[in-house]
Antibody, heavy 119, light 109 residues
């Protein structure tokens, strides 16, 4: 059974960098054909795709966040990471990591982690 | 950029009722790339339907998806107590790669 688990600081100061890691067990981030992505959800609001890492190492980012986002993978640890630079209070959200299947849907999700950026 | 609009924003129904949720795209989309998720409070989204009409492995058959072009529908034939949740449609496209609709909340009347 595939499992994903987000980890990282729950509080980030304005203008600093939000850093989260998604640890994957029960499967490999190098599995052919899969994307590994980040989605966020501000409190009481909807879902927003942040970006994804393809098994090959290619990345795709939401244009609205592209200038501030870096997603990378560490195959030796079977983890992938999110860095969001220059955060503001608007970046306060629950951040989820997820696996994206070749059918372009996300079948496994982490439980989510709340990151707060005080105003 | 394709924008997804979901209607209604919320729906108050009773257990046993039929629920019909709409997802409309701002332009024609490939039905193979339209997905529905269910999200309960404090939980991650859960995959329900992919490719417009294919149920995920653990999705009960009271859930069905349909549609083409710009109009897509998620139908819950008879609401069970565990079905009261928020439902999101999602599209895989070009830029951005994934787009979510704003969600429809189904709550108990």
């Amino acid at each position: 059974q595939l499992q994903l688990q987000e980890s990282g600081p729950g509080l980030v100061k304005p203008s600093e960098t939000l850093s989260l890691t998604c640890s994957v067990s029960g499967g490999s981030i190098s599995s052919r054909g899969y994307y590994w992505g980040w989605v966020r959800q501000p409190p009481g609001k909807g879902l927003e795709w942040i970006g994804s890492l393809y098994y090959s190492g290619r990345t795709d980012y939401n244009p609205s966040l592209k200038s501030r986002v870096t997603i990378s993978g560490d195959t030796s640890k079977n983890q992938f990471s999110l860095k969001l630079h220059s955060v503001t209070a608007a970046d306060t959200a629950v951040y989820y990591c997820a696996r994206v299947r070749p059918a372009w849907d996300s079948d496994y999700w982490g439980q989510g982690t709340l990151v707060t950026v005080p105003s | 950029e394709i924008v997804l609009t979901q209607s209604p924003g919320s729906l108050s129904l009773s257990p046993g009722d039929r629920a019909t949720l709409s997802c409309r795209a701002s332009q024609n989309i490939n039905s193979g790339f339209l997905v529905w998720y269910q999200q309960k409070p404090g939980q991650a989204p859960r995959l329900l339907i992919y490719g417009t009409s294919s149920r995920a492995s653990d999705t009960p058959d009271r859930f069905s998806g349909s549609g083409s072009g710009t109009d897509f529908t998620l139908t819950i034939s008879r609401l069970e107590p565990e079905d009261f949740a928020v439902y999101y449609c999602q599209h895989y496209g070009n830029s951005p790669l994934f787009t979510f609709g704003p969600g429809t909340k189904v709550d108990i009347k």
